[in-house]
């Protein structure tokens, strides 16, 4: 219970510190693109009215499907990259040369093969998220101390047992603390590819207000975005505690 309220504590600083920000920079700017804090949260449930409930949905629809399989495919890339045979030999390059790729820009060839659908958002999701995942997988596998392995392997451990017990939950470890940081860039492009083709989704609802010049439905966009990033960063806070009880 104290550390429930700690950090309850802690989120609400970190809010109204967000809250008195933006209010002092719509004093200091007094210019009605950017309208206050009180202006916008007093326009919340107006949204209602426009379907945000569906245009959220889709939202975590496309983020959450594009996130679990950025873990899986980085989970299992990062592993395979970590070791000594030939997928470390052929995957390692592989990473050298695709990574400096700017992805984003891989939106328009994403959308002319796959169509404006969910599935290319979801593809570019994947694909902009997946790398930081594969290398940090990749760096904590490896450095995983030798010793480790060693105690298991002299207690007769087989080379599966040594994989279940060492190896994954390193690496769902580092796809935990990488998240957080995949998270605010999934958010990023999750709005960008909302932008193109699309009817639903809060990207699409923020650029819409944006070009009926509703500021404050755009900024009440916004806000419920980021509240829809805090509840999945929280969630991934919730599920480390449940699975990673071993770091303890």
Known sequence: MKKFTAAFANFAVGALLVLAIWHLLHIVLDVNVLPGPLVVFLALPSLLD??????????FFRIGIGMLLSMIIGLVIGIAAAGKGWATKVLTPFLYFTYPIPRVALLPAVMLIFGLTDTAKIIMITIVVVYPIIVVVRDSVKDIPKQTYNIL????????????????P??????LSTARISLGTAISI???????????GMGFFILDAWMRLNYVQMYAGIVVLSLAGFILFVAIDLIESVVMKWKK
């Open 153 to 168: 392997t002299c207690y007769g451990a087989s080379r599966t047992q040594v994989f279940f017990y060492i190896t994954l």
């Open 50 to 59: 426009h379907d945000v409930f569906v245009h959220m949905y889709h939202s």
């Open 190 to 200: 999750l709005f960008f590819v909302e932008a193109y083709g699309s009817r639903h």
């Open 170 to 175: 390193w690496g769902l470890g580092a796809i």
